[in-house]
Structures are given as C-alpha cells and as structure tokens.
C-alpha cells in the first residue's frame, strides 16, 4: 500500500461518495427532529385538552359553568403547550437547516481549510 493511497482515497470519497452521504444524514435528522417533537400530532390535537383531563359536569347550572371554565381553561394550557412545542420544532428545523446549507459551501473546502489550520498551527508553535 503506497502512502499516497490514504489521501487520494480520502479526497475522491471527500467529493463523491460524502454527498450523498450529507443528503442522508440531512434527511435523517430532519426526519428525527419532525418526530422528535410530535409536529403532526400536536398539530392534529392542538385543541384538545391538556392530557385528555376533562371535568365531568352535574346536571345543576353551577356545576355545569364549572367543569365548562375547567374544560376551556385546561383546552387552553393544551392549545399554549402544544402551539410552542410546534413552535420550538420549527425553529429547531430551520436552523438545522441553516446549519447544513453552511456545511454545504464550506464541504467543498475542507480538506484546504484543514491542511491551512495544521501548517497554521505549526508555524504557531514554532514561533511560540
């Protein structure tokens, strides 16, 4: 094995076989994130109560108007607590794409930036 076969083997996985396996991995973890934070389901159930708790009303006017308040109060806290879970899931997807579309450009440079910062830190110890 010549010791020139590492690098030529590195660099044309570098840029041919990695691509696919970055539009993979991005894909997978976009998958995970989506799941993570339940954004299908809570979108489908934003309006049902909190942990399904529900108050069963009496037949008498101020028990109905009782469980009634404790019923939207507590389809309220669930429309609030899924609403920024979506939210929160959201954000989470968008910078995770903002963070592949960076590793995107930067990929193509990255074994020069990586050889540039070794030959930097070389030079850095030398002089220090």
């Known amino acids: ?3 020139f076969s590492l ?3 590195y660099l044309l996985w570098h840029y041919t076989t990695a ?3 970055l539009l993979r991995w991005y894909r997978n973890l976009s998958w995970f994130l989506w799941n993570f934070f339940s954004i299908r ?7 049902s109560p909190w942990h399904r708790l529900k108050e069963a009303g009496s037949k008498e006017t101020a028990g109905f108007i ?3 308040i404790i019923n939207l109060i507590l389809r309220f806290i669930g429309f609030f607590a899924r609403t920024l879970t979506i939210l929160v899931g959201f954000v989470s ?3 995770f794409s903002l963070f592949f579309f960076a590793l995107l450009l930067v990929w193509p440079l990255a074994p020069v930036i990586i050889i ?3 030959v ?3 030079f850095g110890l030398a002089t220090f």
């Open 1 to 3: 094995m010549s010791p």
């Open 7 to 9: 690098p030529i083997s």
């Open 19 to 21: 691509w696919g396996d």
């Open 41 to 47: 389901i809570l979108a489908g159930t934003l309006l």
């Open 66 to 68: 009782g469980s009634l």
């Open 93 to 95: 997807l968008v910078l």
């Open 116 to 118: 540039g910062l070794i």
């Open 120 to 122: 930097r830190g070389i």
